[in-house]
């Protein structure tokens, strides 16, 4: 453990970053689930498909840094940090993919649709943003996390 | 120059990756804007926008690449190396967001909309199904560019 990269796995800033991902994420899926008829669009079934990805994902590895940030032990293993970065890209991916396509139905609806009620449509545009948010900050993740991985 | 990593710059395959790229996008882009209202939904603008970015961006890459085959020589400068890595994330980004949106809206289109002609859906969505070949294959030149920096 010669140098530690902030914001990569078993480090305080990495299990803040876990955590924001899983309030923004859930968040988002509150926004998309309560009192909304979501399922009617399937550009929102998706975001909420991916939404319940990450938060397992997010708590997960939160875990995994907590302990180690308690034990002062960070995760080395090469493998691990592999599957790791693999898992963050693809969400990150998935994450952008959601949060778009959520927006632009959110922003057609708006302009078209003369059903959308501006308290439904706020809601969905509230979780687009907050999946916009949730993709950049496991982008973030991923970046430093892959970051590290040449060192070991 | 030790190694070639197949599908950077300066080699056929990059050359022949950079020509595929064009293609898609001038399909994806031709079949987005030919007799189709395109302008009337903000995600089919964005598709247009981002499509009309890739087109340049490939095309000045495709020759520089073809240039370096013809001379034999490689271009090996990290600055430069390192601009084409970052538009060719930043490009794969947003076409990823803009094949999402645009296809999230056709498939909105094709569910709820009865105003929505077959032979006008089909085209969106051909025009979607083209900007993803264009973010797979702008990602993949991203991908085998950044394997190279390193050894820079």
Not at 75 to 97: E, H, K, N
Request: charged fraction near 10%; include cysteine; aromatic fraction near 12%.
């Amino acid at each position: 453990m010669d140098e530690e990269v902030p914001g990569s796995l078993g480090t305080t800033s990495g299990l803040s970053l876990r955590l924001l991902q899983m309030i923004s994420s859930f968040t988002s899926l509150l926004f998309m689930s309560l009192g909304v008829e979501f399922y009617s669009y399937t550009a929102f079934c998706f975001l909420v498909t991916i939404m319940g990805l990450v938060i397992p994902w997010s708590f997960t590895l939160a875990l995994v840094d907590g302990y180690s940030v308690l034990i002062k032990c960070p995760v080395r293993q090469r493998a691990i940090l592999l599957i790791i970065v693999t898992g963050d890209w693809v969400l990150s991916v998935l994450a952008l993919a959601a949060a778009s396509s959520a927006a632009s139905v959110v922003d057609f609806l708006r302009s078209d649709q003369p059903s959308c009620l501006p308290k439904f449509c706020s809601r969905y545009l509230l979780s687009a943003a907050m999946a916009f948010l949730t993709w950049f900050l496991s982008l973030i993740s991923a970046l430093f996390n892959i970051w590290l991985l040449p060192s070991l």
